[in-house]
């Protein structure tokens, strides 16, 4: 059986890749699944545990990276975030795609694997009204994820696909057709 596709999505906060990620896996039900990460940080109303994250505790994580558990992992926002390898292979194996919403230091890590991936990267022109229009932070976290935005910013170019998402359903549509190339078999 051939493995499903590996594919990376990163883009700064707010760039909507949750919502984009959400529209794919809809359409692509039955041959994409989404890797559930790993976090330090707590949940955020409404999130569910293995649902939305791992929610673990520090030294849960650290044994993790220890016992070398973790596909990629990284320090963002002051908190810890990570795939689980296993999150990632159950499915691959089985012929099924994957989908990473993943920051810029994870691409790095699982690229340095050597690993086949598919690598998109979101962008959009309205970052920080996005990110203010989620309500979710106080303003020291918003000049934080903007700030961090730059530096992602600065790294697009090293990814396979970058896709300007200020029209959801062209955005949808363009990555679907990229991922449905990936999951076609050769």
Known sequence: MQRGPLILC??????GKSTVIARLLASHARSLRLAVSATTRPPRVGEIDGVHYYFWDRPRFELAIQAGELLECAEVHGNWYGTPTAEVERYLAQGIGVILDIDVQGF???????????????ESRNYEQRLRDRGTEDEAAIQRRLRN??????RAAEYLHRILNDDL???VRRIAELIDMHLSPR
């Open 10 to 15: 990163s883009g700064p906060s707010g760039v």
């Open 108 to 122: 790095d890590q699982v690229r340095q694997k050597g690993m086949p991936i598919l690598s998109i990267f979101l």
């Open 149 to 154: 935005a730059e530096r992602e910013l600065s």
């Open 169 to 171: 359903d062209e955005t």
